[in-house]
């Protein structure tokens, strides 16, 4: 990707788990970076380790209406926006089943202000963090991009709703977007601390301390688990220039048993930790592996984390 100090790259969501790793990537590819945040569930703490930057500005906003005021201070000081990764989310499938309409607002809403400000100012290319929520409970595996879209929670449907969002900009305004797919995205600085989490942090932090890992359901359901470091390589080569309007899944084309990635952790962690069983969540997927191809051939990524040294990192 072509960068030089006076590109700016702006990142919804910058002060999150994906979003920070995203901006040391995007800093250190040499961009200066505007981070758009509300903190909802990102902290300042996540991105502590670039205090005093010059390149970095990180900004309070809301994404589903503040964008255009937030940003008009900084374009004034360091000229246009070239770039957006758009990461800024209501992250939690649970939480959108219970308040359908905040899932709007935040994850639709969101994805139309970033869209309307590219279109307004001419920005060369918007990444956009959508999820394999999109899919739905399918069956064939792996999940290939071209299946049957039929979502089974707000926050895939609002997702969903946002990848026709860009193909509609793409198509109508000439907004350059690529759409990524995460499958379960996991690594350091993920917040173990809301019951909504990703489970891998949920049960790296309980089996450090020995405690009892919970488990919803038999187990049984599978899980494609990406490492974070492979994910913002793919949103890197995303936000750069070509693959317009491609929509490809971010992840590492295998899947394992929740059971099994639970006796993983409780192993790596040697506290001895035990495992329970509570009554299914409403809104989940069955069973999840991605098909990677285009990942591969389109973006160059192949997610090659093991999911043994990204656990290793994560506990660490
Ligand atoms: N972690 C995963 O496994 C996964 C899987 C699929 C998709 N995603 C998507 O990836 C993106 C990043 O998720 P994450 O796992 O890093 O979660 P996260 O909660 O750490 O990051 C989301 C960030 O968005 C910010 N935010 C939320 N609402 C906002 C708003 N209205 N305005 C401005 N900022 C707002 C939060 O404060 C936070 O910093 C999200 O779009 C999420 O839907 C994540």
Redesign the pocket.
Known sequence: MASSSSSLAVV??G?????SHTVDALLAAGYRVCV???????KRANLAQHAGSDRLDIVM????HGIFAALAPITAKHGPVERIVH?????SVVASVANPLVDMQ?NYG?TLHVLEYARAHAVKKVAF?S??AVYGDVTEMPVREDLPTRPVSPYGIHKLASELALDYYGSVHGVATTALR?F??YGPR??PTSPYS?VISIFADRARAGRTLTIFGDGQQTRDFVYVGDVVRALVAAVGDGNDRLVANVGTGSEITVLELARTVVELCGKGSTIEHAPTRGGEILKSRARVDLLRDRLGVVAQTKLVDGLRATLA
């Open positions: 919804t969501g002060a999150g788990f994906i979003g758009l945040d509300d903190f909802r569930t990102g906003c809301d994404v589903s990461l800024a989310a209501q992250v935040v969101g963090a999820s394999a995460f379960n995205v993920q917040d990703g």
